[in-house]
């Protein structure tokens, strides 16, 4: 994905940081989802609508960037587990969508299939301008966010180079997991906050709106 002008560069904010609770067994407890929101020419994008128990705090990061649920133009779920798309009906404006690998969602927005987790997992790819615009007249930094879902669950996944414990296909899961990697210079897990692959801060190229991060 090339540079384009400023106006036309898609914005990332994250409007609710994923989690993943597990007793010591290693056995899941309460797992919820990263809720993103993407800025494009094609108007106001929400990758995953996180779990049953997350309206408030979606709604509540909404109206900080002066939203409602009714402003929501398109729904991406990174796949189909109730964890990620429990909220889809808070959005009953929005048309869900599902992309194919390689599909352009958006100018600058695209979908990279991601299976192993699910055999339907997509991961979502944007070339996301940087946070707060420089205003000097210079070209606009631009680093590829990748909004992985369940193919890159946490932090941890990324450091110890393991798949996500919970995948119908181990290898296709490795496969995917590494394919994000290679792509992308900020990753938005599923279950964790945003991490950079790169040395500096992932907030530059992703607005944190929640209020833990305030």
Not at 7 to 15: A, G, T, Y
Not at 38 to 55: A, H, L, S
Not at 126 to 149: F, M, N, S
Not at 174 to 197: C, E, Q, T, W, Y
Request: overall charge neutral; aromatic content about 4%.
């Amino acid at each position: 994905m090339g540079m384009r002008p400023d106006k036309m560069l898609p914005r990332v904010f994250l409007l609710k940081p994923g989690s993943i609770l597990r007793d010591q067994g290693g056995n899941i407890l309460d797992a919820r989802s990263s809720v993103t929101l993407i800025k494009t020419e094609r108007g106001w994008i929400i990758v995953d609508t996180g779990q049953v128990g997350d309206e408030e705090e979606i709604l509540k990061a909404l109206a900080d960037l002066g939203l409602e649920k009714s402003d929501i133009d398109i729904i991406v779920n990174t796949h189909s587990h109730p964890d990620h798309c429990a909220n889809n009906r808070l959005f009953s404006r929005a048309k869900t969508i599902y992309p194919k690998d390689g599909e352009l969602i958006a100018p600058g927005v695209r979908a990279l299939a991601t299976p192993g987790h699910s055999p339907d997992s997509i991961s979502v790819l944007v070339d996301a301008a940087i946070h707060p615009p420089r205003g000097d007249g210079t070209a606009p930094a631009t680093r590829i966010v990748v909004i992985a879902g369940d193919a890159l669950p946490t932090l941890g996944n990324f450091q110890k180079k393991v798949p996500p414990a919970v995948h119908y296909d181990r290898a296709l899961a490795v496969a995917s997991m590494n394919k994000i990697i290679a792509i992308a210079d900020v990753v938005i897990p599923g279950h964790d906050r945003p991490f950079s692959l790169q040395e500096e801060s992932p907030e530059r190229f992703v607005g944190l709106m929640t209020a833990s991060s305030r």
